[in-house]
């Protein structure tokens, strides 16, 4: 496909107008997961385990299936027996089962071991206390780097992918090196040689939102499925394959959604809740607490990482190689190689290697979180390059700038980058008064660069026009971040018609073809590339219609301003006959006019960040504030820049929290101690600077309008940037995320110590 | 013929190649011919490949042109949040 064809001179895309679902939102007339109901529904709990490691030896059901109220009770015996374990991801499907409802493992605090459906939710809730499990308590591991020990129990033998090299701990699923050039050798021409060891916790993704859905499931193999998530074609894919349905007999509908950051790219309670419909033959609705949100969905990895990087005086980066251990629950699938692939590809280098190990341990299975994995990596990153300009006396983003890479650049993982826009980020950030503004004592300034890949994926959108001339949309990509607004505004630009005149709707799983996931940061590009070639596909039936009228041959009509016109001279001379006088007679000249299209685009331009941040450290309680903060990004172009500019300050606002604050903190029994927001402290609006942004457009030139995803890069900076300047405030390198109080007290007393 | 880089983790399933030739003008040819060279890629390819074509990176198509001096790289595919 040649995408390539408009970069400017745009109407609407630039425009910034309210977005199209924000009246239902602020008026609660939006329905979220948790908002459905049906006649004759029945309430659902899950059963989890409290035992991080545990053999499930019998579960005894009877005394809660005589309970009042209770209607149906599932366990593991009532999904497919089909789905065979396999090693790596080649068994997923398996891995996702096994993580909704356990087999004979318990294997982490929170797993599932059984549903009940009840005529309420507190009868379901009580019917719990009436299941029997026995359990045989095994050895456990929650510590990534415990679990790569010789003396680690096997969360489950046979896991490995192919590419792990033998020898390593059975733990380690997975495995990924890559690089080029000669490390060694570019170590030994460096002035400065800096290697450090960091640690991250695992952070969830905090959507305000829990997991919430309403299933109905018949004997005849037909259900329909309500729930909130960021890809129901997934959901209907899996829970077909999970319940042994044909896929086309399962209708999911995407709900609002109340946050998702990745960590609704999975299914967890679905298959669940259809199961129990199943058995019931009742609709059954299943709505997560807080505390299953925290102790089974996907947080993100833990990590520990291993960064050396060596410098010429001049700032000169001679080579770079990184270790990158991601703790990844009980199941595999961490993103070890994203992090690696990840780690140095702001940076052209002519000697790079890096290492990623995925290691299962006991805890609930990862999840995608924003860019999974990038964060961590630059923390190890940047921190290091921060390390090295404080020695060597460099500045900061001088450095950065002369290591840059650029277009043609040999990217870290391989391949040589497209048109990126990392300098520009950079040239824009040292020329944002922020950079230069001066420090109040105690204050430290850090910065960083970032780097995602974004995604393309399998998308379908088709258009309908209406009598009156107004457009009905239909994506498949549920909005997790003002898409309708933005897929509006684009098909606005085609059709030439008012922003308002264009209805938005995110389409259930029988209305369009196979939508991917909303991930990647690949909507406003794959969606928004599917709209403009759904409304060009309108636009060329429409030219069609009028050329009929006029006499003409098609392509003697152009569509200019909301009208079809004659293209030329020679087209001979007609009134521009604008939509909705065609539209007003189409059902008499032709039938019902619609465009659509579906495609895998891919052309997803990679995209990068730059951060500024300032941040204030109280030696005497360790509290650390961020006083100012500015995001400034490649877009690619920014659709709706209000949106644009809410993704950046929302990826800064959730690395404030995984820098300062938000940990999962377990005990030595293996079971999760924090699973509220009241001891798991994500950063609320007065913990907040305003967050200041530069949207940078360097053209994606894989969209007809440059778009590149914005969604997941805002938050590759900031454990980085805000580490590099809690450090230079504390004046001790921190090495640790969170940087809670305690920790930084702790670094200041060994440094006090060391002095 | 077509240049094929793998990344380093791979090279153990190729034989110890770092780069491997094959015979394919498309992206879909290019998987097929990898595995008929070095089955044992098989599983790796199964489980999820992303190819960087000059520098732009297929997830999905295996359509996708690939001319005989193309920069083809092997990458894993991508899951993004």
Known sequence: MALDDQKGGFKFIGTRPNRPDGLDKVTGRARFGADAHASGMLHAAILRSPHAHARIKKIDT?????????????????????????????????????????????????????????????????????????????????????????????????????????????????????????????????????????????????????????????????????????????VQKVCAALLDLETSQLRVTASEIGGGFGGKTAVFIEPVALALSRKANRPVKLVMSRAEVFRATGPTSSTSMDVKIGMKKDGTITAAQGVFRLQGGAFPGAPADMTAMCAFAPYALKNVHQIGYDVMTNRPKQAAYRAPGSPMAAFGVESVIDELCNQLGLDPLDTRLKNASHEGTKASY??????IGLVETLEAAKAHPHYTAPLKPGQGRGISCGFWFNHGGETAVSLALSEDGTVQLAVGTPDIGGSRASMALMAAEVLGVPYDNIRVIIADTASLGYNEISHGSRVTYASGL?????????????????????????????????????????????????????????????????????????????????????????????????????????????IHPTYVEGQFQGGAAQGIGWALNEEYIYGEDGRLQNPLFLDYRIPVASDLPMIDTVIVEVPNPGHPYGVRGVGETSICPPLAAIANAVSAAAGVRMRQLPMSPPRILEALEKQAGDG | MVEVNLWSGLRPLANGEEMVEVEADTVGGLLDALVEQHPGLQEAIDAGVSVAVDGRIIASALDEPIRPDSEVFLMQRLKGG
């Open chain 1, 414 to 419: 391989g391949p040589k980058f497209q048109r």
């Open chain 1, 62 to 234: 009877s005394r809660a299936e005589a309970a009042k109220g209770v209607k149906a009770i599932v366990t593991r015996a009532d999904f497919t027996q089909s789905l065979q374990p396999a090693p790596g991801m080649k068994g997923e499907n398996w891995n996702i089962l096994e993580n909704v409802m356990a087999g004979d493992t318990a294997l982490y605090d929170g797993h599932a071991v059984a549903a009940v459906a009840a005529t309420s939710a507190l009868a379901a809730k009580d019917a719990l206390k009436l299941i029997e499990v026995e359990y045989e308590p095994l050895p456990h591991v929650t510590d990534v780097d415990k679990a790569m020990q010789a003396d680690a129990p096997v969360i489950r033998e046979g896991v490995a992918a192919g590419t792990v090299p033998k020898g390593l701990h059975p733990n380690v699923a997975g495995y990924h090196e890559s690089g080029h050039g000669d490390v060694e050798a570019g170590f030994a021409e460096a002035d400065l040689v800096v290697e450090d060891h960091f640690v991250t916790e695992a952070t969830h993704q905090g959507y305000i939102e829990p997991h919430a859905c309403l299933a109905q499931l018949g004997a005849d193999g037909k259900g329909e499925l309500w729930c909130c998530t960021q890809g129901h074609w997934n």
């Open chain 1, 530 to 638: 599917a709209t403009i070639k759904a409304a060009e596909d309108a636009v060329k039936k429409l030219c069609a219609r009028a050329a009929a009228k006029w006499g003409i041959p098609e392509d003697a009509v152009k569509w200019e301003d909301g009208c079809a016109v004659p293209s030329g001279p020679n087209a001979g001379e007609f009134p521009p006959m604008p939509i909705a006088e065609i539209t007003r007679k189409m059902g008499a000249t032709g039938g019902p006019i619609c465009g659509h299209f579906e495609a895998t685009p891919e052309g997803a331009g990679v995209s990068f960040a730059t951060h500024i941040v300032d941040s204030e450290v109280d030696p005497e309680t360790g509290k650390t504030s961020v006083v100012r903060y500015t995001v400034v990004q490649d877009a690619g172009k920014a």
